[in-house]
DNA sequence: TCTGGGGTCCTAGGACCC
DNA sequence: TCTGGGGTCCTAGGACCC
């Protein structure tokens, strides 16, 4: 049996941790440059701010209810993911956690026989609360898909689950599944859900019981007959391995405000390709492909939300590289060459691809590699930037004024990696 | 004048996830 | 005035090979 372990309202719970004032009142969390609203607390839920909807348009609601709301501080989230992935790996046997995002992990749970899973599951749910702080759901059963299902249930009905849902019989499963609108399922989004109900098929039971031949014409090939298999309770979507290193990387950011002169889209993407050579080099991978990108402001007087046009460019390199300087150098002419100086910018990024393993990078008749020192000078800079935090080491072409910046007007403090801001109590 | 069959590799774009 | 960021996998179709 599988099961999928989920943080309630994660960031939520975060910033609640070191606020206990914000026990029971309304959180929400907003998305980067506060754009948008990523994270509420049940509190928030019931008031009816809308998940991802943009902050203006909730903020009427927001201030009328005093809701607390926050920046994303994603220094405080990713540390207490770790603490809450640690302690799972330090219950379970060697390689049967697998990391799925900041805060959710599959848990393979093939050695806990079945009778003992609720109880196991409870114990994992209790220890992690206890450990970290943090509340999780669980749900366990027999595939991926349906654990997920399991989860849902969990976290919708706490009081009744104690955030706890095995589906061990037949029967369980069958009724998780009735009580499961289709586009709740784990992999099927607007699009396809719109298509399902059009052919009548409105919960997770009505898929389960289609014809696999089926799911692979109308749900997009292998992904739907796999997606159709699990909910049969036939394992399709194995555990991964974890450190399964990226096949692209990317960094790419909103303004702070519209911005229109090309030595800030340079600075912003020169930035942006020093933290994408930074992810690239801690997975120790080198890429031979960067492609940059910038979206013009959209002119428009439609009410509904659209992105403006995307204007992309890559290049080649003839030597995979981690290198920030020589990363930076074709990154900032291709932002050069995508640059109209008649438009004003809202986006730009920076994305890593044609990634190798840096220790088998390979080599080319007319370029000799650049070899062990610029991957020293490298990871000197790394180290000092980690030590000392904030970029204290970075390139020239990044720029000092980042007129560009993301706004994050409400930022808490980072109480669990910075000493400077460590929680005080008097 | 006629123009096969079987394959690989790459890219763009769609759909999805949290 | 203001709508995130970072990923994955898959398919179709074109270019090219023998």
Not at 40 to 57: H, N
Request: charged share 25%; hydrophobic share 40%.
């Amino acid at each position: 049996m599988k099961a999928i372990v989920d943080c309630n309202s994660f960031y939520c719970s975060c910033e609640r941790l070191f606020r206990p004032d914000l026990q029971h009142r309304p959180v929400v969390v907003l998305s980067n440059n506060d754009g948008c609203i990523i994270s509420r607390s049940d509190e928030a839920k019931a008031l009816g701010v809308e998940m991802a909807g943009p902050y203006f348009k909730a903020k009427p609601l927001i201030e009328k209810h005093g809701v607390a709301t926050f920046s994303s501080n994603y220094n405080l989230y990713g540390d207490l993911s770790w603490r809450v992935m640690e302690t799972l790996r330090m219950l379970l046997p060697q390689n049967s956690v697998e990391v799925y995002s900041v805060d959710e992990c599959f848990l393979d749970l093939s050695h806990i026989p079945v009778g003992e899973l609720p109880a196991f599951a409870l114990h994992l749910r209790r220890t992690v609360e206890r450990w970290t702080g943090i509340q999780v759901s669980i749900g366990v059963a027999p595939t991926k898909v349906l654990s997920k299902v399991a989860n849902r249930l969990a976290k919708k009905h706490k009081k009744l689950t104690d955030c706890v849902l095995v589906l061990d019989t037949p029967r369980k499963t069958e009724q998780a599944l009735q009580r499961t609108p289709i586009e709740d399922v784990w992999g099927i989004g607007h699009q396809y859900s719109v298509k399902l109900r059009n052919s009548n098929i409105n919960n997770a039971y009505d898929l389960s019981i289609k014809d696999v031949n089926w799911a692979t014409k109308h749900l997009g090939g292998v992904t739907g007959a796999r997606l159709v298999r699990e909910l049969k309770g036939i394992e399709s979507i194995q555990m991964l391995d974890e450190l399964v290193n990226k096949k692209m990387i990317a960094t790419t950011r909103m303004f702070g405000s519209p911005v229109k002169d090309l030595k800030d889209i340079k600075e912003a993407i020169a930035t942006y390709t020093s933290r994408a050579a930074e992810k690239l080099r801690r997975q120790h991978s080198a890429a031979s492909t960067i492609s940059v990108f910038v979206v013009p402001r959209e002119q428009t007087n439609s009410t509904h939300f659209r992105h403006g046009p995307t204007i992309s460019s890559h290049i080649i390199l003839p030597l995979a590289t981690s290198c920030t300087h020589e990363l930076i150098k074709p990154a900032v002419s291709l932002a050069e060459r995508l640059y109209d100086h008649t438009k004003v910018y809202k986006k730009a990024g920076v994305m890593l691809s044609g990634i190798v393993p840096d220790s088998s990078i390979q080599g080319n008749l007319f370029n000799e590699p650049s070899g062990n020192r610029n991957r020293m000078l490298m990871s000197m800079i790394d180290n000092v930037n980690f030590a000392m935090r904030d970029d204290v080491l970075k390139f020239a072409a990044s720029g000092t004024t980042r007129n560009w910046k993301m706004r994050q007007e409400l930022r808490s403090p980072r109480y669990t990696t910075r000493w400077e801001e460590l929680y005080e109590i008097r």
